[in-house]
């Protein structure tokens, strides 16, 4: 069940947020509603719910008259040029919960919209007030930034605001700026809040989305240390495979695979004629230098991957009770 | 009035090295004596190879071989040291700016894993995600997360994690090592750094604070989790020519400070696919052959891009022969074909214009198609909890087996 405008405005009152209310008829655009609350010395906002081609969503929260350029902010993102498209009807209601011309950043409010990506327009910070529907078309509410913020970091989000008018080069030296604000794909478990979680590996440096950082960090420390098991609820494109067990048996059929190819293919009617008895030593020396970087490599990996595998077991090792 | 024109002319004839610009003199080629004049460093000739050869009981690594590290600051102190049964550790690093990593990024990395395997010597290796938050102006989150993702391909070099450190400068900067930047800032004044490293009045402060971060792993303290009671180790570092000016800031302090000068192994700059005078540019993805590249991509980039010292006929070439001085797929082979034989045949072959610029494209193709199918294969083994092991600030008790 979605939060309702009443149940959002009890709580802004007990975070002791300040902010003003306006009832006014339905309205389904920024024009119509300014005819109501136009003078009321706050800001509109204008909020787009946009998705991108991997079924991952945002809003977009800015002033009305910041011009936003969907093409610029995909790329921004990472997304290629035409990588964000408004997302369809159904999803105002699956995802945010809020009916058509509703769109708001206290939409995320909601469990559904937990890995909705939020963009603030910088220019909130500079207004006394700015302007929003309280998840209903027949209110808006006016308040500050730092009344949003409390109110965001309040439900486990930590608000950025960024210059959506920005429109930096992005090329191969010049990664996307804002590809951080990209949910990731990480599994979902289900009492998580977007909070980031006080029992942090020590070991795990937590990087990615800025609000989806929490969901990756837990999904690792659940994983168990020995042999592989699959996360619940992957979804289809999943980011951690499970750790990989250093397998002495694959590592030596790789050995020998390429050790017989590499025979196979030193003894031929031609070699033989050229080097008769001789053969096994020629062959001998040729398998040593062909191979071995590529053993010592192999081995490496082998060596590098068992250590690993022991170095997490020994994060997690449990002193002997004395 | 008139010295500071002439001295501003001078400057626009002479090519430009530093760690953030790379140009020749009127877009020709880098002029590597000049480089070493003007640096002060040393050639690393014949003997210095013969010599490595012979300590580590190895042939000596293809770009030892070929020149490609060709100059050096104190290597010889390191060689008489490594003699007497002193051991020393590697330093080298890279400025995490982007996800896409070249062959030619890869170069130092290749070249330090030789040097890591034939001394068995450890290794740290520094990820500067704070520079280049700097000089990029990237998000502090971004460049932490270009850090792990470039470390997963440093550690597809096939680095041992035994002996190897990998830090970023976000992590890692404070306590020990904090403590030897202050030691290193307080020697280096205001007017000192802006004449080595070019820097304005309109560069902001934390460009100016930049050059001790990039300084200290050179010193042991720096890493009192691995060589505690080691200050007397000493330091080598792998790396390209362009990279000097921070470690002669370095050598000048070390001793007023107490520490060894950490000695330096210095390499040419790759080339691009166009050309020495063309740029490798990461707006240009065929200026360069990239690690995610298939096989499909690095076949198209050698055939339609790749600059040759061809003639423009079949006759005109098997007349003249292929001007070698200028061939990027000779150049190109120099660095990764292993096996000097065949390099010197396929030199006199082409040119001698008996080979053709298609057959020599075909083999340099087969070479780097092997290459980073390699490194891909490398790539994909590494997890993000073996960066995290890496990562790790451990103690490594096996680091000089």
Redesign the interface.
Known sequence: MGYSKDQLLARLKELQIEFSQYEHPIVLTVEAQAKYVGNTGGVLSKNLFLKDKKHRYYVVSALADTKVDLKVLSQRLGLGKGGLRMAPEEALGEILQVPLGCVTPFAVVNESARHVSLLLDQGFKTQKCCIFHPLSNDMSISLNAQGLDKFLESVGRNPSYIDLEAN??V?????P?L??FVPSDSPVLSDLPGKAPSSQDS???S??A?TNSAAAVTA?AVKPSGKAQNVKEKPVDSV??P??AADAGKFVEELLDRASALLLSEISEDSIKQHGGQLGDEVANNIKKGLRE?L??LA??F???A??EG??AGTRYQPKRL | MEKTEDKNQQQEEEQVVNPWEVSAKDGGKIDYDKLIDKFGCQRLDQSFVDRVQRLTSRPPHVFLRRGVFFAHRDFNDILDAYERGEKFYLYTGRGP????LHLGHLIPFMFTKYLQ?AFKVPLVIQLTDDEKCMW????V??C???A?ENAKDI?AC?????KTFIF?DF?YVGGAFYKNMVKVAKCVTYNKVVGIFGFTGEDHIGKVSFPPVQAVPSFPSSFPHLFSGKDNLRCLIPCAIDQDPYFRMTRDVAPRIGYHKPALIESLFFPALQGENGKM???D?NSAIYVTDSAKDIKYKVNKHAFTGGQESIEKHRQLGANLEIDIPIKYLNFFLEDDAELEHIKKEYGAGRMLTGEVKKRLTEVLTELVE?HRR?RA?V????V??F??V?PLPNMFD
């Open positions: 930096p080069p090329g191969k030296d010049q990664p700026d590809a951080a070991t795990v440096k990087v990615g800025a690792k951690r495979p750790i990989p590529d010592k490599n490496t990996i060596k590098n991957t250590y690993t170095f997490y | 700016s982007s996800e896409a395997d990029k102006n990237l998000s989150e971004e932490q997360r270009l792990r550690i096939g680095f041992d994690i035994s970023s992590d540019s990461a707006s993805p390699r490398a083994a997890t993000d909890e073996m995290d092991a990562m790790a451990r």
